[in-house]
């Protein structure tokens, strides 16, 4: 069976003295460390539900830019669990960041903006893209995430800067949260217009799989227009743990059941092939 890879575990620590959090919003934090999702108790869950390998995705509105949590909850289990770290492209050391961080054993990169409003220039200012032309050089994955209010605005300013900065490779999360009623939407102009840029993939996840379902959408059916567009090795599952509300079991299944109607080829590349091509897994 092909390896099954979780590209977007979300990880905290119990010990909140050794790792302390910078919250954005206190009560989610509240909520997280109710039942915090340690990188042992991930490696439990990721037995049970048949996953092997996991991203581990630093929770910006947790522990902000301070990746040290996810750099070390990696060395528990270093064959299974890969680091991807919170970068401020705003800082004037943003470089200088990653190169440390990816010598603490990061696999990638990842950019996101504030939840409501304010500029891009944490995607596409003058700092940025110092960091950009550094992915492309070193061919660094940098994982993307656009809040709804921000995403049509998000990827022209993206598409400009990799035509600027070099192809560097990118994973955009939650398919771009694009809007979506049936199984026809998800990819308009805007996303449409890196179809032919094979060095962006697209990451499904709980977020637009269980408002899917939700809706009585066929997630299948979507998928497969996606895999249509922008081919089966650039689109990878999931899982959104200690984000997306359910158990480790239940949001696993949800990916599998999304993919299950997919030929057997296209669903290992979903399902842990595209992440493994992508973060260079062993």
């Known amino acids: 069976m092909s390896l099954v890879v979780d590209s977007?575990?979300?990880?905290?620590?119990?010990?909140?003295?050794?790792?302390?959090?910078?919250?954005?919003?206190p009560e989610v934090e509240a909520r997280c460390f109710a039942d915090p999702m340690?990188?042992?108790?991930?490696?439990?869950?990721?037995?049970?539900?048949?996953?092997?390998?996991?991203?581990?995705?630093?929770?910006?509105?947790?522990?902000?830019?301070?990746?040290?949590y996810v750099c070390d909850a990696a060395r528990v289990a270093p064959k299974r669990l890969r680091p991807v770290v919170a970068i401020d492209a705003r800082a004037e050391d943003c470089v200088e960041q990653a190169r440390a961080w990816i010598a603490r054993g990061a696999v990638g990169l990842r950019?996101?903006?504030?939840?409501?409003g304010g500029a891009l220039d944490w995607l596409a200012g003058d700092r940025a893209a110092a960091l950009w032309r550094f992915a492309a050089d070193e061919a660094v994955p940098v994982c993307v995430h656009f809040f709804p209010d921000k995403r049509a605005e998000g990827l022209v300013r993206l598409?400009?800067?990799?035509?600027?900065?070099?192809?560097?490779p990118v994973v955009i999360?939650?398919?771009?949260?694009?809007?979506?009623?049936?199984?026809?939407?998800?990819?308009?102009?805007?996303?449409?217009?890196?179809?032919?840029?094979?060095?962006v993939a697209l990451k499904f996840s709980t977020i637009p799989l269980a408002r899917l379902?939700?809706?009585?959408?066929?997630?299948?059916?979507?998928?497969?227009?996606?895999?249509?567009?922008?081919?089966?090795?650039?689109?990878m599952w999931g899982s959104d743990i200690a984000q997306s509300p359910g158990s480790y079991a239940e949001l696993a299944a949800i990916g599998r059941e999304a993919t299950a109607g997919l030929d057997a080829e296209t669903r290992?590349?979903?399902?842990?092939?595209?992440?493994?091509?992508?973060?260079?897994?062993?």
Do not use: K
């Not at 108790?41 to 990721?46: P, T």
């Not at 950019?111 to 409501?116: A, E, R, T, Y």
């Not at 959408?217 to 227009?225: P, S, T, V």
């Open 38 to 68: 340690t990188a042992e108790r991930l490696l439990a869950d990721m037995d049970e539900a048949g996953v092997g390998a996991a991203l581990l995705v630093q929770r910006g509105q947790i522990y902000g830019f301070d990746n040290d």
């Open 8 to 25: 977007h575990a979300h990880v905290m620590s119990a010990d909140r003295a050794r790792y302390p959090t910078r919250p954005l919003e």
């Open 159 to 168: 598409g400009r800067m990799l035509d600027h900065c070099g192809p560097a």
């Open 173 to 199: 999360d939650h398919l771009s949260n694009a809007p979506i009623a049936s199984a026809e939407d998800g990819i308009d102009t805007l996303l449409a217009s890196f179809a032919d840029r094979g060095h």
């Open 111 to 116: 950019l996101m903006g504030p939840m409501q």
């Open 213 to 235: 379902r939700d809706e009585g959408i066929d997630a299948g059916a979507l998928l497969g227009r996606f895999v249509a567009a922008f081919g089966a090795d650039r689109l």
């Open 268 to 282: 290992g590349w979903l399902r842990g092939g595209t992440a493994a091509r992508v973060y260079r897994l062993p």
